[in-house]
C-alpha cells in the first residue's frame, strides 16, 4: 500500500522560506507525477504544482516566482520551497500522486497533511 | 474564488438521493475528465470518482459521477449519516496545465 508522509517546520516567519519534504513509502517514486496541494483554513484546494521524476516542473502561475520543486529518486522523497512566506502562505499542505497527467491527472494517493503557520 | 464552482452545501436525509453539481468552462471540464474527492474533517481528500464516473476500489457503487459539456455531477443514493464531508470536484485545466478544483460541498446529513 502506497503511503505519503509530508514532514517539514510547522512555523516559518514572514519573508522566510517554507520548506517541505514528502517521503514515499510502499511503492516507487518512478513513473508517477508528483504534487502539492495546499488548502487554508475553512477554504478549498489550490494545486501548487507537481514534478516527474525527471525533474520535470509545473507550477501553479500563483505562485511560480516563490516556488521549487525537487526530487531524490534515492530516498523516494520529493520536496517543495516557497519562498518570501506570507501569512497568506498558511495553509495545510498535501503531497499527493498521480498516474499521469490530464485524463490520468487524477490524485489516488494523498499525505494525511501538515498544517504551515506563517507568523511572527 | 475557486474556478470550478459548486454549491457551498447540500443536505439530504437518511436513504434519500442527493446531488451536487460542478461547473467550469471548455479549458477544463468542457475538454477534460472529471473527478471528485470527498474530505472529512482534519483529514486528506480521498479520491471517490475519476474520469467522471469511475469509482476507485472500495468506493461503493452508491456514489456516481455524470458529465456534460462543461457541468459534472456526484450522486450520492441511499444516503447514509457516514457520508457527511465535504465533496470537491476537480479537473485538468488546460490553461493551467494542472488540476483546478471546485470550492467545495458540505453535505449534511438531516
Known amino acids: 500500500q502506497v503511503q505519503l508522509q509530508e514532514s517539514g517546520p510547522g512555523l516559518v516567519r514572514p519573508s522566510e522560506t517554507l520548506s517541505l519534504t514528502c517521503t514515499v513509502s510502499?511503492?516507487?517514486?518512478?513513473?508517477?507525477?508528483w504534487h502539492w496541494i495546499r488548502q487554508p483554513a475553512g477554504k478549498g484546494l489550490e494545486w501548487i504544482g507537481r514534478i516527474y521524476i525527471s525533474g520535470t516542473t509545473k507550477y501553479n502561475p500563483s505562485v511560480q516566482s516563490r516556488v521549487t520543486m525537487s526530487v531524490d529518486t534515492s530516498k523516494n522523497q520529493f520536496s517543495l520551497k516557497l519562498s518570501s512566506a506570507t501569512a497568506a502562505d498558511t495553509a495545510v499542505y498535501y503531497c499527493?500522486?498521480?498516474?499521469?497527467?490530464?485524463?490520468?491527472?487524477?490524485?489516488?494517493?494523498w499525505g494525511p497533511g501538515t498544517l504551515v503557520t506563517v507568523s511572527p | 474564488q475557486s474556478v470550478l464552482t459548486q454549491p457551498p452545501s447540500a443536505s439530504g436525509t437518511p436513504g434519500q438521493r442527493v446531488t451536487i453539481s460542478c461547473s467550469g468552462s471548455?479549458?477544463?471540464?468542457?475538454?477534460?475528465?472529471v473527478n471528485w474527492y470527498q474530505q472529512f474533517p482534519g483529514t486528506a481528500p480521498k479520491l471517490l470518482i475519476y474520469r467522471n464516473n469511475q469509482r476507485p476500489s472500495g468506493v461503493p457503487d452508491r456514489f456516481s459521477g455524470s458529465k456534460s459539456g462543461t457541468s459534472a455531477s456526484l450522486a450520492i443514493s441511499g444516503l447514509q449519516s457516514e457520508d457527511e464531508a465535504d465533496y470537491y470536484c476537480?479537473?485538468?485545466?488546460?490553461?493551467?496545465?494542472?488540476?483546478?478544483f471546485g470550492g467545495g460541498t458540505k453535505l449534511t446529513v438531516l
Open positions: 471548455s479549458s477544463n471540464i468542457g475538454s477534460n475528465t
Open positions: 476537480a479537473a485538468w485545466d488546460d490553461s493551467l496545465n494542472g488540476p483546478v
Open positions: 499527493a500522486r498521480s498516474r499521469g497527467l490530464a485524463a490520468a491527472g487524477s490524485l489516488d494517493y
Open positions: 510502499g511503492g516507487s517514486i518512478s513513473t508517477y507525477y
